[in-house]
């Protein structure tokens, strides 16, 4: 009898949730889930902000009573972060409104992975009026051992990251998500100590598995360039990062199962360089063993072996690398794993062990690119730029790249030589981020919201704003209009708060032909631009050329894969702005990168009326240090002392209206 009541008890408030759930807020926002099998919940309108007013309220139940959930959260997660008192999910562990509460999170961290004491879960998702954010996205399912490792996130200075079950052999059917956050100004460095999965002994190449794999990737999954794909027992290269996010992702099928991996994770502080002491000269690790040497291909290798592509470091001593047959056609390659400025190129021949025979390059050619695939060749002017190297075995030549380049893969091809091909090499240059208030703002990583990207017209859904990031999209954004006019069309970014920005990476894009429909027949990019910005969405200031006073016109891309970066002075801003004025034969086709800084910190000013002399506290909603921008003019954000939360005020103060004093 008391089992009896207890099942209809339960039936009615479940009832009641999804009666309630579909009379508030529609379909999506709550309702009864069975965790036989696996399924997702999102916030309404994820990963699009979600709406206000919300208070969704689900209830999760296994199907036998001794059987556990697991909630693991996707790492793209951001929800209002005022301590969680108007925006918030809440898990509790069971369906009584008295049960105990697992969690309640808000803010852009995802929770760690949630597990009930019993064979139910609850969980609700509230939201004000204001201040809306991308929202959540998790998994349900029944709790397996091993599971609660699947899906961590790790903030700490330093730590350990293993394969579930570590040192014991993983689980099957595992899709398990590691995060790595750092804070601004830090850099992650990732050595893997031990590596055992799975591999296809058929495997040809690097990155080629087939059944279980780890994959790193520099920002979100899916959402950022892919750093690379590993299985087997070789241990992978150390891996270092300045995004200030690296993501691992672990998949493992229902075969065979390995003892899996460990790796060690350190952060360290980033020097910050100032105009007088940056210099983007420094030697990338060809020398030094930093490159690894499965970041060293080659079209061909001569057949006995002794002249391998790893031993074209600059300066080895055990010959160097020589293709099969002596050819304009050959190259040797390198993979940066992740982009950067290159500027400089050093070469060397060598003199054989075996025959005491004298072999180098005399000319080369330069070609970079972004993903391996898709290449550019170096030009001067409209043609291909023909580099002089070397004139005897032994002397290092530098060649300095004129107007550096941004790539991830290098190739060398030699043109011309004396006896045969024989190349020993170091690549120069610098991060991106080296540079004074050059962080990446987050297009690239995954780390901005899709919601803060917007254009003035769209082609297709394949090729929205939200692909416009670079490096990471495979596609790109195309506006609507296959014949727009100059000026015209727009792409723009929103920080989410003001930053200090002083560049641009502009980057091609694949796609966007809407008579063919596949995303690789078009290859478009702007040649020319402009930029402009604003810090409240709605007035707009293009940046100008210092010569005429006019809104500068920046030179673009040349070819759809190869970025570009320019610079200009430091701004305060919250919205960027680009408008193409040029484009090529395919049209306008467009990936960015935001280059810039955090503004001072925030500063509280006290603002007096000179008509009536009353005071009041403000929070600029610039939140700037006012001596370092030259305005005369900003829009303030009321602190109300009940909410603790700034609220827009209808009106623009200016110098003359009201006294400002600066309180830090």
């Avoid at 089992?3 to 379909?27: D, I, M, Q, Y």
């Avoid at 072996?305 to 001593?317: F, G, I, K």
Wanted: proline residues 6%; hydrophobic residues 35%.
């Amino acid at each position: 009898m008391d089992l009896v009541s207890s099942w209809a008890g339960f039936l009615l408030l479940l009832c009641h949730v999804a009666r309630r759930a579909r009379a508030e807020n529609g379909p999506e926002c709550g309702g009864l889930l069975d965790a036989s099998k696996a399924g997702y919940i999102t916030s309404p309108g994820y990963p699009l902000e979600y709406p206000p007013h919300q208070n969704c309220h689900w209830i999760i139940r296994a199907p036998e009573p001794s059987q556990r959930i697991v909630l693991n959260f996707n790492p793209h997660f951001e929800i209002e972060r005022l301590d969680c008192r108007y925006d918030f999910i809440e898990i509790r562990d069971g369906i009584s409104e008295s049960a105990d509460v697992l969690g309640r999170h808000c803010s852009n961290i995802a929770p760690a992975p949630i597990i009930s004491s019993g064979p139910s879960l609850q969980i609700r998702f509230v939201s004000d009026y204001a201040h809306q954010g991308a929202g959540f996205s998790l998994r349900y399912e029944i709790y397996k051992t091993g599971s609660e490792f699947c899906f961590r996130n790790f903030t700490s200075p330093s730590g350990m990251i293993e394969s579930p079950g570590f040192p014991d052999k993983y689980p099957h059917n595992l899709e398990c998500s590691y995060m790595i956050i750092a804070p601004p100004h830090m850099d992650i460095t990732l050595t893997f100590l031990t590596f055992d999965l799975e591999n296809d002994p058929l495997m040809v190449g690097e990155g080629d598995c087939k059944y279980d794999w780890l994959e790193v990737w520099d920002g979100l999954p899916q959402a950022s360039p892919l750093i690379g794909r590993y299985c087997g027992t070789k241990i992978p290269p150390e891996i270092q990062s300045s995004s200030g996010l690296l993501s691992l992702s672990f998949h493992t099928d229902m075969a065979v199962a390995k003892d899996g991996f460990s790796a060690r994770y350190n952060m360290t502080h980033k020097e910050v360089a100032d105009c007088e002491s940056f210099h983007c000269n420094m030697a990338f690790g060809m020398e030094s063993g930093k490159i690894n040497d499965d970041q060293i291909t080659a079209s061909t290798t001569f057949y006995d072996n002794r002249w391998l592509p790893r031993q074209a470091r600059l300066n080895n001593e055990d010959n160097a690398w020589t293709p099969s047959e002596d050819s304009n056609k050959e190259y040797i390659q390198v993979d940066l794993h992740f982009l950067k400025v290159l500027n400089g190129i050093a070469t060397q021949g060598a003199v054989s062990k075996e025959t005491q025979k004298a072999y180098y390059v005399t000319t080369f050619k330069l070609e970079v690119s972004t993903n391996g695939v898709d290449w550019m060749v170096y030009r001067h002017g409209k043609n291909h730029k023909i580099f002089h190297a070397n004139t005897d075995p032994a002397e290092v030549v530098l060649n300095r790249i004129q107007q550096p380049v941004l790539a991830r893969f290098v190739r060398i091809r030699p043109q011309t030589w004396k006896n045969g091909i024989a190349l020993r090499f170091e690549l120069y240059g610098c991060q991106i981020t080296d540079a004074p208030c050059s962080d990446l703002q987050g297009l690239m990583s995954g780390l901005l919201p899709d919601a803060q990207i917007s254009a003035s017209s769209s082609r297709d859904v394949v090729w929205n704003p939200g692909t416009a990031r670079l490096v990471a999209s495979r596609s790109g954004w195309f506006p609507a209009p296959t014949q727009p006019l100059a000026g015209e069309e727009w792409l723009q970014v929103d920080l989410g708060v003001p930053k200090i920005i002083r560049g641009v990476i502009t980057q091609g894009a694949r796609g966007g032909d809407a008579g063919t429909g596949t995303a690789t027949d078009n290859r478009a990019f702007v040649r020319k631009y402009k930029v402009a910005h604003s810090l409240n969405g709605k007035d707009w200031t293009f940046i100008t050329d210092s010569r005429t006073s006019l809104p500068k016109i920046f030179e673009g891309n040349t070819h759809y894969d190869t970025p570009e970066l320019r610079h200009f002075e430091e701004t305060a801003v919250q919205f960027v702005r680009l408008y193409p004025e040029r484009w090529s034969p395919g049209g306008i086709g467009m990936r960015v990168e935001i280059l810039g800084c955090d503004l001072p910190g925030r500063t509280l000013v006290r603002v007096t009326f000179l008509s009536d002399h009353s005071g009041l506290n403000y929070l600029p909603c610039t939140v700037m240090n006012f001596s370092s921008v030259s305005r005369t003019e900003w829009t303030l954000m009321k602190v109300t002392n009940k909410h603790r939360r700034c609220l827009p005020l209808p009106l623009c103060l200016t110098r003359t209206a009201v006294r400002l004093s600066v309180h830090t």
